[in-house]
């Protein structure tokens, strides 16, 4: 199994400022015949489902501000939410599905400070 | 708008067998290319996948549980169902039930999500 690692496990960031969530695959999930990173990006608020905010490590989901962008490629990605707003308190997990055995990260709580 | 909604009993004693169905609405589960999956969260903690089925029937499982999960789908009345044999309360957790897109590129991600219900393991 691909092993997902994020970090950190817990983050307050003030209003208005960046928040900044790695997360770290045990192995590529790179595809190279289509140059395509097989990582996700979920938001999950108390009692909710998760929602999908970014696919292909960097596409964002129809509807997703565009203050949350993903990067990265191989085994090191990041998602950041370039400007805290309140409704961005949430539980982020990341997913890779470069394989169909998909496994995701443990999950980073984002708060307000 | 699709909509999922996962059914079924919230309370199993140990050693059954849990047995939770996802009815879809607003698309159908035979459409080319897409994959259906269940993924469970026990309280408090992060978010495991359990199973896929795709539009063509064939099915894919978690490791940690493949000898214990059957994924099915029933076309006719468009839905999916997942079944947990031997349950132990390490199995207590919200079940949700998802879609993939799928398709050529293999986008396993999952784009919708039920609501989830809360399955207890417990005599």
């Known amino acids: 199994d691909i092993v997902m690692t994020q970090s950190p496990d817990s983050l307050t960031v003030s209003l208005g400022e960046r928040a900044t969530i790695n997360c770290k695959s045990s192995q590529s999930v790179l595809y190279s015949p289509n140059n395509k990173n097989y990582l996700a990006w979920y938001q999950q608020k108390p009692g909710q489902p998760p929602k999908l905010l970014i696919y292909?490590?960097?596409t964002r989901e129809s509807g997703v501000p565009d203050r949350f962008s993903g990067s990265g490629s191989g085994t090191d990605f990041t998602l950041t939410i370039s400007s805290l707003q309140a409704e961005d308190v949430a539980v982020y997990y990341c997913q890779q599905y470069s394989t169909n055995l998909y496994t995701f990260g443990q999950g980073t709580k984002l708060e307000i400070k | 708008q699709l909509q999922l909604q996962e059914s079924g009993p919230g309370l199993v004693k140990p050693s059954e067998t849990l047995s939770l169905t996802c009815t879809v609405s607003g698309g159908s589960i035979s459409s080319t290319n897409y994959y259906w999956g269940w993924i469970r969260q026990p309280p408090g903690k992060g978010l495991e996948w359990i199973g896929t089925i795709s539009y063509s029937g064939s099915t894919y499982s978690s490791p940690s549980l493949k000898s214990r999960v059957t994924v099915s789908a029933d076309t006719s009345n468009n839905q999916f169902s997942l079944k947990l044999s031997f349950v132990t309360a390490a199995d207590t957790a919200v079940y949700y039930c998802?879609?993939?897109?799928?398709?050529?590129?293999?986008?396993?991600?999952?784009?919708?999500w039920g609501q989830g219900t809360l399955v207890t393991v417990s005599s």
């Open positions: 998802a879609r993939l897109p799928g398709g050529t590129q293999k986008s396993w991600y999952f784009d919708y």
């Open positions: 292909w490590a960097s």
